[in-house]
């Protein structure tokens, strides 16, 4: 089925750091969304995006609905330790049962 | 944001017993809910998507009679797992979607002894 490729896998950063990740796929997708997963805990949605080239922020993270609507990137900024976590992305194509495909999710450390 | 509430968040059970796990959406009607399985180091895996009043739709490879769906209301919707065995053993998550985005429930971490 559908794909997503997700990157880095994981990430080992300083406090401080900013942080980039993306996700391409080979499909066009009309939504993107991001979201956040700590242990043992269902993914919190962070940022979702519904137009191409749309950039959106939240705070301290940023995230972009890439031009051919197969790709989209997070940036997080001045990382803290509690960004640690998993982050995934997510895509929504044209289906009507609106169901999401995920990517392989990246592992963000922060070394405080 | 939208809350969505999974119960329960830890099972241990026997093998070959069933259990159920519930997932309601609290503040919001829910027309669509999602099930997905996630193994460690791994994502979202869906399972199937079901809406109010109607049969659930399963994803390839997950056995409809296994893994029972329920979605009787637009705040609630419920996994059955049948017969379980010790590989059924995983986390469970369900999803919410209303007029918004997907929200998802806190996980029930399902352990099969």
């Known amino acids: 089925g559908q794909q997503l490729n997700q990157s880095p896998q994981s990430m080992f950063i300083q406090e401080g750091e900013d942080v980039s990740m993306n996700c391409t796929s080979s499909?066009?997708?009309?939504?993107w969304l991001w979201y956040k997963q700590d242990p043992g805990e269902g993914p919190v949605l962070l940022i979702a995006?519904?137009?191409?080239?749309e950039l959106t922020s939240n705070g301290r993270l940023t995230a972009q609905f890439g031009i051919t609507r197969k790709d989209s990137f997070l940036n997080i900024s001045a990382s803290i330790p509690s960004d640690v976590g998993i982050y995934f992305c997510?895509?929504?194509?044209?289906?009507?049962?609106?169901?999401?495909?995920f990517g392989q999710g990246t592992t963000l450390q922060v070394k405080p | 944001g939208a809350v969505v509430s999974q119960h329960p968040s830890r099972v241990i059970c026997k093998s070959g017993t069933s259990v159920k796990i519930e997932c309601r959406s609290l503040?919001?009607?829910?027309?669509?809910m999602f099930w997905y399985r996630q193994f460690p180091k791994q994502s979202l895996m869906l399972m199937a998507t079901?809406?109010?009043?109607?049969?659930?739709?399963?994803e390839q490879g997950v056995e409809k009679d296994k893994f029972l769906i329920n979605h009787a209301s637009l705040t609630l919707s419920t996994l059955t797992v049948t017969s379980a065995h010790p590989e059924d053993s995983s986390f469970y998550i369900c999803?919410?979607?209303?007029?918004?985005?997907?929200?998802f429930g806190q996980g029930t971490r399902l352990t099969v002894v």
């Open positions: 999803s919410a979607r209303g007029l918004a985005e997907a929200f």
């Open positions: 995006l519904y137009k191409a080239g």
């Open positions: 997510a895509g929504r194509g044209s289906s009507n049962t609106g169901k999401l495909i």
């Open positions: 079901s809406n109010e009043g109607s049969k659930a739709t399963y």
């Open positions: 499909s066009i997708f009309n939504t």
């Open positions: 503040d919001f009607q829910a027309t669509t």
